[in-house]
């Protein structure tokens, strides 16, 4: 979905850090292809349609995705709060 800019807003320019490149993706059945890539500093999201003839393949893409988010999600928490989320010991 495009959104219009508005043109009395004056033109911005951002930057980015090379670490900030993202890179998700999702492989075929064979693990030899990209079913799905999720890239850049803006992510985009890109379907290989060669790939997915079926709603059993677009149900497996979806859902191999949301592992892949889960497990981008899970990382980010332990980066940020792992020590609250560490299982206490006892003395």
Same mark, same amino acid.
Not at 6 to 34: I, K, R
Not at 70 to 89: F, H, V, W
């Given at each position: 979905?495009? +959104?219009?800019? &508005?043109? &009395?807003? $004056?033109?911005? +320019?951002?930057?980015?850090? +090379? =670490?900030?490149?993202?890179?998700?993706?999702?492989? *075929?059945?064979?693990? #030899?292809?990209?079913?799905?890539?999720? +890239?850049?500093? *803006?992510?985009?999201? =890109?379907? #290989?349609?060669?790939? %997915?003839? =079926?709603?059993?393949?677009?149900?497996?893409?979806?859902?191999?995705?949301?592992?892949?988010?889960?497990?981008?999600?899970?990382?980010?928490? %332990?980066?940020?709060?792992? *020590? =609250?989320?560490? $299982?206490?010991?006892?003395?």
């Amino acid at each position: 979905m495009e +959104t219009e800019r &508005n043109t &009395n807003e $004056p033109e911005q +320019t951002v930057t980015f850090n +090379t =670490s900030e490149l993202m890179y998700y993706g999702v492989l *075929d059945y064979d693990g #030899n292809e990209l079913m799905a890539a999720i +890239t850049g500093y *803006d992510l985009n999201v =890109s379907f #290989n349609m060669r790939l %997915i003839n =079926s709603l059993a393949d677009a149900e497996s893409c979806a859902n191999a995705l949301a592992d892949v988010f889960y497990q981008a999600l899970m990382e980010k928490l %332990i980066e940020r709060k792992g *020590d =609250s989320i560490k $299982p206490n010991t006892v003395e």
